[in-house]
């Protein structure tokens, strides 16, 4: 004969333990990304053609120094919002750029940028080309660069390194174009 005690006993054990599963995966979750991850929208065209308005991409946070290429997203005292960008020039390096031509140079060679959207023609009047970037700052600029309010702004300038938020690291929607951004 089987005891009903022992039956609801183990029952309740297995609830309880279930319970005890699903809040730990959640905690879990939640420090996650609290701490390692974070989804971000983006709003507005300036990394068009490599994002677009309305992509949600996991960044994670910086665990390094930024380089040349990473897509960041930043704390922007000046616009008074967070951007999205990517990073051309990190501390020490110089920036150039012939707004004739729509060429970006640094440190006297010329970028070969295949990620932007069109040719970097419009100068923002933050800086006298050539310039260098100061300790712990970084050079960012959008893929779209006729419509990018960016270092070459003076509402944005450098970048301090310690604004920056972390890494984009994946796009997660739009589902068709699900994926890392560094594929180039």
Known sequence: MVNKKSVSERASNEVFDWLNSVLCAFLAVLLIFT??????????????????????????????????????????????????????????????????SGAVFVDGKKLSESYINNLTINDEYGHDYPVTVPPNCVFVMGDNRQHSTDSRSPDVSFVSVDDIIGKALIRITPLEKFGSLYNN
Not at 77 to 86: A, M, P, S, T
């Open 35 to 100: 701490f390692v991850f974070r989804i971000v929208k983006v709003d507005g065209i300036s990394m068009n053609k490599t994002l677009e308005e309305g992509d949600r991409l996991i960044i994670g946070h910086y665990l390094g120094r930024p380089e040349y290429g990473d897509i960041v997203v930043a704390n922007c005292e000046g616009l008074d919002k967070v951007i999205i960008k990517r990073v051309i020039a990190t501390e020490g390096q110089t920036v150039d750029i012939d707004f004739s």
